[in-house]
């Protein structure tokens, strides 16, 4: 048994779910799913209301996933419009800049409809309409929210190219979803340093069709190039916009956005989210795992360019009203105390935030936090990764002070929201673990081998999902085959997720990390197959096999084993040019920690390479390796573990 954290009489009282209302409503989901979601399908607003609730099948070949499907609304009118006359004055979105000294903005539901109708009314100005791509490249500042609530609202659909991505990476997006439009910034500035956002834009439209148009947010004034005819300076066109845009009517199966993600082959795939299901689940997760409450402070540390700041700073809190916080910068800057600082300064009532980060932050001490007047938290968060017991003990008693409840969310991009997660009034905490589902959600766990359900309470395999959700992808863009391949094939009938699970006797579930060939490293997903292409792209690099390691603070560690040219010598320099070309082909996000020179990988006679092996002496742990016997020459993995590089 392992100690459980429930939540203070108090918390509980005022909690929208408590333990006999998740019974209740859980076991609701699960036997009549239709009834269920058609009553909280209602908590958003919809033009035309649906009739039908649910149409989904999982049957491989034939994957088709519906929810609300004749019903039609605009996400846009339902983050912003609907709270118009009970909470115009009310603010939406504070905005914490990087630079401390900077003031913040309180930005109101009033001037969030003025700001997202302009840049709307820009976007259809130069010809986006109802169903166009246009791309995302921004900083974390109120016009990339603007411009996802723009979009969604003229029906186009977004997808935000993290900042951190090279110009490559963003010419394959645009590429791939055929975007019309980019929307970037000059600079981003971020920790005190500034990244050209524009100029990576100009390298990556470089390799685009010159139709795609790019609007430009004058942040910092920094200088730029500009192209006429393509570049549009974005604040300008705004202000001689007209300041309201009527929203346009889409189905709820319309797509939202586009976000790029990566799996265990091939490039990033398009996972694709529609309107209605999308917005119900986040809306209803936001309210329910956080426990928010009108008038609280939600504040979610993610970027924008991943899934969790999609759902969790923008279209969740601002579908429930709610006052969500985005902050520029980073947790050190310009010290470790930064993300108390801003929580006293804005009195934070759920902070979210991921492990990489409260790792980071443990190292630094206890008197950063010290320093800060934490005793508006009620709730802390935490996504990601599985937290380690060191890290949530540090969470709970410096930051949460030992009252907050500590929700640990286990989710993915592909399912558009919390999937198992504690509901802080229902279900204690145990550290390490996620414990229960979230409603309408069937987990299951399966024997990777035989894929045979494991029907006791303890259990151990493969994590699967019987049922659909609202929030669930709906297809990879442009390729279904893909999508179904991916998520649908492995195990028939199920939703794979990718990752392995362990469910204890309490019927509590343990996500022990991914099964596959993606890694987790600070929180950001990256398919080792990427970093492999990107080291192969080097005129010194015959072959490279990329695996995770376990690291102190990212969670993973990126560690490459590369095999040169015949005729290159291994040297330091080479070593730093391999790094720094995988942060220009990627980003700096994809940096290998460790480069092991191997002259020779473990392949097998049908030449295929033995990434279990590889992994084990990553992990410095090559004492079982398991049957190497069918290895074509068995004497490499030898000489790999003589010159591994990450020794205890
Ligand atoms: C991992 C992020 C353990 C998992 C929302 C998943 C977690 C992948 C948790 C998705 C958690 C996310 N506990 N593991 N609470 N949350 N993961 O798509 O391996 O960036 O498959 O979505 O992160 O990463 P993604």
Known sequence: ????????????ADAHIDAAKYEE?????????DGFWREHGKRIDWIKPFTKVKNATFDFGNVDIKWFED???NVSANCIDRHIVTRGEQTAIIWEPDDPKAPARHITYRELLEQTSRMANVLKEHGIRKGDRVVL???????????MLACA??????????????PDALANRINDCQAKAVITADTAPRGGRRTALKSNADKALFDCSDKVKCLVVKHTGDQTTWV????????????????YCPYTEVGAEDPLFILYTSGSTGR???????????????AMTQQYVFDYHDGDVFWCTADV?????????????????????MFEGVPTYPDAGRFWEVCAKHKVNQFYTAPTAIRALMGQGTEWVEKHDLSSLKLLGSVGEPINPEAWNWYNENVGKGRCPIVDTFWQTETGGHMITALPGAIPAKPGSATKPFFGVVPEILDPATAEVQTGTAAEGVLCIKESWPGQMRTVWGDHERFMETYFSQYKGYYFTGDGCRRDEDGDYWITGRVDDVINVSGHRMGTAEVESALVAHEAVAEAAVVGYPHDIKGQGIYAYVTLMNNVEPTEELRKDLVKWVRQEIGPIASPDLIQWAPGLPKTRSGKIMRRILRKIAEDDFGALGDTSTLADPSVVDELIDNRMNRA
């Open 1 to 12: 048994m392992s100690n459980t954290y429930p939540a203070s009489d108090e918390f509980v």
């Open 25 to 33: 409503m859980y076991s609701a989901s699960i036997t009549d799913p």
């Open 71 to 73: 019903g039609t609304l």
């Open 137 to 147: 490249y921004l900083p974390m500042i109120p016009e990339a929210a603007y411009a």
């Open 153 to 166: 609202r003229i029906g186009a659909v977004h997808s935000i190219v993290f900042a951190g991505f090279s």
């Open 228 to 243: 006429d005819g393509r570049d549009i300076d974005l604040k300008a066109e705004m202000a001689a916009a007209s300041p």
């Open 268 to 282: 990033p795939k398009g996972v694709v989210h529609t309107s209605g299901g999308y917005l119900v689940y986040a």
């Open 305 to 325: 360019g991943w899934v969790t700041g999609h759902s969790y700073i923008i279209y969740g809190p601002l579908a429930n009203g709610a006052i969500t916080l």
